[in-house]
Nanobody, 115 residues
C-alpha cells in the first residue's frame, strides 16, 4: 500500500507560482503512474496532469503550458510546478498513485490564488 503526503500549498497572488510536492512511502515508487487532481469548492474533482512510470507526461488543456509535472524516483516524490496562477486555479490539490494493483490518494493541499 502507498502512503502519499502533499505539501507546498498556500496563498499566492494572481500571476504567481507555487510548487507542490507529493512524497510517497510504503511501496516501490518508480513503478507507479503519478497524477495530480484538484477540487474547487462546489465542483467535481478534475484531473490536472499525469506522469507515467516511464516519465511520459500529459496535461489537462487549461493547465498546458502553465503547469509542469515531474518526478524524482530517488526521493519518492512527484512535483507540480504551477506558474501564471489564476484565481480559478484555487482548489485543493491531490496526488494519486496508480498501477495495475490499485490507486491511492493523498489528503490534499490547499492552493488559494487571490489578491
Amino acid at each position: 500500500q502507498v502512503q502519499l503526503v502533499e505539501s507546498g500549498g498556500g496563498l499566492v497572488q494572481p500571476g504567481g507560482s507555487l510548487r507542490l510536492s507529493c512524497a510517497a512511502s510504503g511501496a516501490i515508487f518508480s513503478i507507479y503512474h503519478m497524477a495530480w487532481y484538484r477540487q474547487a469548492p462546489g465542483k467535481q474533482r478534475e484531473w490536472v496532469a499525469t506522469i507515467t512510470s516511464a516519465g511520459i507526461t500529459n496535461y489537462a488543456g487549461s493547465m498546458q503550458g502553465r503547469f509542469t509535472i515531474s518526478r524524482d524516483n530517488a526521493k519518492n516524490t512527484v512535483y507540480l510546478q504551477m506558474n501564471s496562477l489564476k484565481p480559478e486555479d484555487t482548489a485543493v490539490y491531490y496526488c494519486k498513485a496508480s498501477n495495475i494493483g490499485g490507486a491511492y490518494w493523498g489528503q490534499g493541499t490547499q492552493v488559494t490564488v487571490s489578491s
